[in-house]
């Protein structure tokens, strides 16, 4: 029924509104889970991210979040499957305002000049938009991807 393997380690340190975190995680070409919902396999890579948090007791600030993330995972027996840098940052006033800044940089399979579509071909023969093809954003870490 089930068969494969899939494997993940984790490492995190937490303390004083400092998270800084680091995994990496490698499913083989063939997993398939008897039980849990695993949207993708054959792919390995780190995931790491640092955020910040300093909260202000009195003044108009109330707290201000910083934070940085990447993850790269590419397949077990092939180039890279996706790449993502994400920079956040945000300030939050005591009267209730908030400003939200988020920078993201993603690159994934199968998506890019429409030469580089695992499907491409003849123009007149392509049945998928490239873009639209083999990711779309996931719910779950941030810059988590899965199979459209």
């Known amino acids: ?16 509104g400092l998270d800084v975190f680091a995994d990496y995680t ?14 993708e396999h054959d792919y390995q890579g780190p995931t790491g991210g640092v955020f910040y948090s300093h909260p202000f ?10 934070g940085v993330f990447g993850v790269d995972y590419r397949r077990t027996t092939a180039p890279l499957t996706a790449s993502d840098r994400d920079v956040n940052a945000t300030l939050k006033f005591r ?9 993201d940089g993603a690159r994934f399979e199968g998506v ?3 030469s ?4 491409a071909g003849p123009p007149e023969r392509r049945s998928v938009p490239p873009a639209n093809d083999r990711v779309t954003p ?8 899965t199979a459209a």
Request: negative net charge; aromatic residues 14%; charged residues 25%.
């Open 138 to 145: 996931g719910a779950g870490w941030p810059g988590w991807a």
């Open 1 to 16: 029924m089930g068969g494969g393997q899939d494997d993940y380690a984790d490492l995190e340190y937490a303390k004083a």
């Open 112 to 114: 890019g000049r429409p």
């Open 116 to 119: 580089d579509h695992p499907a």
């Open 57 to 66: 007791p009195k003044g108009r600030l109330l707290e201000y979040d910083l």
């Open 26 to 39: 490698r499913s083989s070409p063939r997993f398939l889970p008897r039980l849990g919902f695993f949207p």
């Open 95 to 103: 009267e209730g305002t908030a400003l939200y800044l988020d920078v």
